[in-house]
T-cell receptor, first 115, second 112 residues
Framework: EPEVTQTPSHQVTQMGQEVILRCVPI?????FYWYRQILGQKVEFLVS????????KSEIFDDQFSVERPDGSNFTLKIRSTKLEDSAMYFC?????????????FGPGTRLTVL | KQEVTQIPAALSVPEGENLVLNCSFT??????LQWFRQDPGKGLTSLLL?????REQTSGRLNASLDKSSGRSTLYIAASQPGDSATYLC???????????FGTGTSLTVIP
């Protein structure tokens, strides 16, 4: 069964460094998302991406963050100058279309630890 | 902004019991609602999706209902098993193609 994959599973970085989290959405999906979950808290929306551009972003998704679909398969989240509070689980999700019967499928997540 | 609440926050039941998890949302103009399961330190596994025009969906021992007008959804788990132990998340989609708003989750423990 097709699935969303994410790499790496765990990333440790020093404060101030840049990280890139990678996702491979399900191949025929057109809508892509990044969410994050700080330990013990709700899953929070960061950004949605469709037709090679951001369609919606949350207040969390400030200039520190950027997303890209560099080729036909990868979808990346870049975090510049990481802060301690960026430590969280980051989930990528994809969806085939905008219809109400289209589920969002989530990847296994990347645990980001900022030291 | 859509707010999603789940009660109870934690639930512990003996194996074999039927149980109900609750989800409420503040804006009834939803597009669809999806229930997920999350195991500790893991990703989100989709369980059921209910479209706004539907009243319920079933998958095996799981049944999810939706009452849009009152802003509520329930997830019914029949004949619970220890393997059902996980956190259950409710997520609401307010617009086509757009973000999910997640609830706080219910942590379920099924005792053998």
């Amino acid at each position: 069964e097709p699935e969303v994959t994410q790499t790496p599973s765990h990333q440790v970085t020093q404060m101030g460094q840049e990280v890139i989290l990678r996702c491979v959405p399900i191949s025929n999906h057109l809508y892509f998302y990044w969410y994050r979950q700080i330990l013990g808290q709700k899953v929070e929306f960061l950004v949605s991406f469709y037709n090679n551009e951001i369609s919606e972003k949350s207040e969390i998704f400030d200039d520190q963050f950027s997303v890209e679909r560099p080729d036909g398969s990868n979808f990346t989240l870049k975090i510049r100058s990481t802060k301690l509070e960026d430590s969280a689980m980051y989930f990528c999700a994809s969806r085939e279309g905008p219809s109400s019967y289209n589920e969002q499928f989530f990847g296994p997540g990347t645990r980001l630890t900022v030291l | 902004k859509q707010e999603v609440t789940q009660i109870p926050a934690a639930l512990s039941v003996p194996e074999g019991e039927n149980l109900v998890l609750n989800c409420s949302f503040t804006d009834s103009a939803i597009y669809n609602l999806q229930w997920f399961r999350q195991d500790p330190g893991k990703g989100l596994t989709s369980l059921l999706l209910i479209q706004s025009s539907q009243r319920e969906q079933t998958s095996g021992r799981l049944n999810a209902s939706l009452d849009k007008s009152s802003g509520r959804s329930t997830l019914y788990i029949a004949a619970s098993q220890p393997g059902d132990s996980a956190t259950y998340l409710c997520a609401v989609n307010s617009q086509a193609g757009n973000q999910f708003y997640f609830g706080t989750g219910t942590s379920l423990t099924v005792i053998p």
